[in-house]
Nanobody
Framework: QELLVESGGGLVQPGGSLRLSCAFS????????VGWYRQPPGKQRDLVAT???????NYADSVKGRFTISRDNAKNTVYLQMNSLKPEDTAIYYC?????????????WGQGTQVTVSS
């Protein structure tokens, strides 16, 4: 059973929008941060956006002003709203959750969802 399941990826034209969703089956208790990372073809996985349990958000410079991370605790879902998409946003996008369990932080990852920006 997957603990994190991403959806919402696909093919979009430059300038378009997509909203990624990450439904998780972890309990909200102990979650310290949620985030999205991406891995372009042939490159390493990098941070896109994070949101702490206190509400502080952090974005990669390349997506500031275009992407927004949010979380719906009632639905156990994390979102990434992506606007004004560019070809360089093409990547596999991964959801991440950090959870404090038994005295340490554990990282949970989804399986990834492909986003392709192309005309």
């Amino acid at each position: 059973q997957e603990l994190l399941v991403e959806s919402g990826g696909g093919l979009v034209q430059p300038g378009g929008s997509l909203r990624l969703s990450c439904a998780f089956s972890l309990t909200n208790s102990g979650i310290t941060a949620v985030g999205w990372y991406r891995q372009p073809p042939g490159k390493q996985r990098d941070l896109v956006a994070t949101a702490s349990s206190g509400g502080t958000t952090n974005y990669a410079d390349s997506v500031k002003g275009r992407f927004t991370i949010s979380r719906d605790n009632a639905k156990n879902t994390v979102y990434l709203q992506m606007n004004s998409l560019k070809p360089e946003d093409t990547a596999i996008y991964y959801c991440n959750i950090q959870k404090y369990i038994m005295g340490k932080i554990s990282n949970y990852w989804g399986q990834g969802t492909q986003v392709t920006v192309s005309s």
